[in-house]
Structures are given as C-alpha cells and as structure tokens.
C-alpha cells in the first residue's frame, strides 16, 4: 500500500512474508524530489531503477521493526541511471542481495550501484546495512564528477566500495566488513577489499573518518 500526504509518498508492508515490487513502484509513482517513508516490513524486489532527486527513508533501529529490502535476483537492489544533476537520499534502510539468507555469489549482485553521465550529482547513503557480493559500485564516465557520501552504515561484502570515477567521497562512521567474518559466503576462499578505487585522471579526493575495516 503506497499513499502520498504532502510530498512524502508512505510505503507500508503488512505481509508477514514480504510484499513484491512495493519499492519500485512508488519510485516509478514519485515525482522528483518527493521522499518515500518506507515503513518496517520485508520488501522483495527485483532492481530498483532511480532516475531522478529522490529520498528513501526506512526505519533501522536496534530492538526496533526494521526496513528491508531483499533483492532475489543476481544483479544490483538499487541502480541510479544519473544523466542529468540529480540529490539522492537513502536512511534507515537494510539493503540484501540474498536467496534463502545467502548472500549471491556474483559479482552483478551489488547493493547499490551509481552510473553517472552527469555533473552535480550528489548521492547520501546514512544509517545503511548492506550485504551485497559488492556493497556500493560507482562509475562515472566522460570525466564527470560525484558526491557521495557514506555515513554510520554497515557493509558487509566481497568488496564493499568500489569507485571508478571522478568526484569527492566521503565514508564516516563506517563499518566494512568482509564476508569470511560473517560466514556468509562460505565458498569463498579469499577475501576481497574494504574499499577499491580508480580514478582516470586523479581527480578523486576520499575522506576517511573512524571507518572500521575487518575481514578482509
């Protein structure tokens, strides 16, 4: 059920075993800058497509119902298309690509994944639990430059950020956590990285503040 008051679009799961496709479709619904309050429950989804200024606010409080999202299938949860300056937001939100509490071992299942053409683009990540193959991927092309920002969130992956792009990123208050320490992927005989980055012509600047990095 999906019901708008003001510019905030409300999202409510009252299946116990989860509701299909809710998430995607009040995106579709939303018009730019509009915040969707995405209330405690299990949201299956296949990819959540954002392309426009958008906020997802869940609720992810410890002793409290949570919000999260399950992508069942082997690619990202969340995928922004940014062709044009857009501001994207996503709080309190619990974000897994998983089959039956597995993690899916391919390296197209990423928790969020940030495609820019575009300059201007400013993306908020805060209060997040991930667990993805890969936790956040950025790529930007045309020497375009992004903002992202990361901020008291959990990531726990094969790779948990991984940056091809051009921009300022600043992770705080972060915990990165390699899958072998969680067990959730068991097959896996290596560990991967907490953060990966290439830039092409060296105009990325990362801020690092208490980022916690284990596991890998």
Do not use: H, W
């Amino acid at each position: 059920n999906a019901a708008f008051q003001g510019n905030v679009l409300t999202v409510n799961c009252s299946n116990l075993e989860g509701c299909v496709g809710l998430i995607e479709e009040a995106v579709n619904t939303a018009p730019a800058n509009s915040e969707i309050s995405i209330e405690p429950g299990l949201y299956l989804e296949e990819t959540i497509n954002i392309n426009k200024s958008i906020k997802l606010v869940g609720k992810r409080e410890f002793g409290e119902k949570e919000t999260i999202i399950v992508n069942y299938t082997p690619e990202p949860a969340i995928f922004i298309n940014a062709n044009v300056p857009m501001s994207i937001g996503f709080e309190g939100l619990i974000i897994e690509s998983q089959v039956k509490d597995v993690l899916i071992e391919s390296d197209e299942a990423k928790g969020i994944v940030i495609s820019s053409n575009s300059s201007n683009v400013n993306i908020k990540l805060e209060n997040l639990l991930i667990r993805s193959y890969v936790g956040v991927s950025v790529k930007t092309s045309n020497q375009e430059s992004i903002t992202l920002t990361v901020t008291g969130s959990r990531i726990i992956s094969l790779l948990g950020v991984d940056l091809a792009t051009e921009g300022n990123v600043s992770i705080k208050s972060t915990k990165l956590t390699g899958p072998l320490i969680e067990s959730a992927l068991p097959s896996l005989s290596d560990a991967g990285n907490g953060i990966n980055a290439y830039s092409q012509i060296g105009q990325l600047e990362i801020d690092l503040e208490a980022v916690e990095v284990e596991g890998f």
